[in-house]
Structure formats: C-alpha cells, structure tokens
C-alpha cells in the first residue's frame, strides 16, 4: 500500500493533491482559529456591557436621578431604602472618586442612614462634597454611557 501511494505521489495528479490537501487543512485551521478568537471577543464584549447595565441600573442612574437631576445632597440619596440596599449590595462598582467622597460626606453629621442629621457646622461641607461628587457622577455617566452604546 506504501508502494502505491508512493507511486501515486510521484506522478502529474499527486503533485497537484498534496498542495491542495495542505491548503484545504490550513483553511480549516485559519478558519477555526479566527472563531475561537471572534468568539472570545464577543464574549468579552457581552460581559463588559452586562457590567456596564449593572452598574448603571443599580448605582449611577438611581444615583445620577437623585443627586444631579433633583438636585439633592448625598445623604438624602441614602434615606430611601432600597437606594440604600442597592448602596451596600453593589458599592464596589463604584469607582475609588466617588467611593472616597461618599465615604467623607456620610463620615459627618449624626444619624442614622434612614434619619440623617448634619451639624450646622457641617452642612457647608456637605454641601461643597455633593457639588465636587455630581461633576464626578457626570463624567462618570458619560464614560459608562459611550462605554455601553
């Protein structure tokens, strides 16, 4: 059987298909190859856009609706409940600016989270983190929108 496949190999015909049979392999493989790479990719895509939905829908957005849009300050953000539950379930979405901010505006006053109450003397403060943190929230929702489009 050896014999005739090196016979075979040697004439006009089995030049030609020993090119085209390593041609045909190296298609296939390129092809399979490009797959596993485009399929990776989109993956990749598909959890950082779910990323970006979840940090938009349970932080940014109540956030952003609060804060930028009403025109409220920080603390009033966390007398609602479920702001306030949705807070403390995903606060490491957040980013470290915003994190840090938070963590210095609830730091003063007294109270407690569903009752906050603010000293007189730290109502300036108050005031001026809530400003520095909506231009922060506003960059951010901008990043995370072009992000998610």
Do not use: W
């Not at 403060?125 to 809530?130: A, Q």
């Not at 960059?139 to 072009?146: A, D, G, P, Q």
């Amino acid at each position: 059987m050896l014999e005739s496949l090196a016979s075979y190999l040697s004439t006009d015909s089995g030049k030609v298909v020993i090119p085209a049979l390593i041609g045909a392999i190296t298609a296939i493989l390129i092809m399979v190859l490009k797959d596993v790479i485009l399929y990776g990719f989109r993956e990749s895509k598909k959890e950082k856009k779910a990323l970006i939905d979840k940090k938009l829908s349970t932080l940014y957005g109540p956030m952003y609706t609060v804060i930028v849009s009403a025109n409220q300050t920080l603390p009033t953000f966390f007398i609602d409940k479920s702001n306030y539950q949705n807070f403390v379930a995903h606060q490491h979405l957040l980013s470290s600016e915003l994190q840090s901010m938070i963590d210095e505006c609830l730091s003063l006053g007294d109270g407690t989270f569903e009752n906050p109450t603010a000293r007189m003397n730290d109502i300036p403060k108050i005031l001026e983190i809530t400003e520095k943190f909506k231009v922060q929230l506003k960059k951010e929702m901008n990043i995370l929108r072009k992000s998610y489009s």
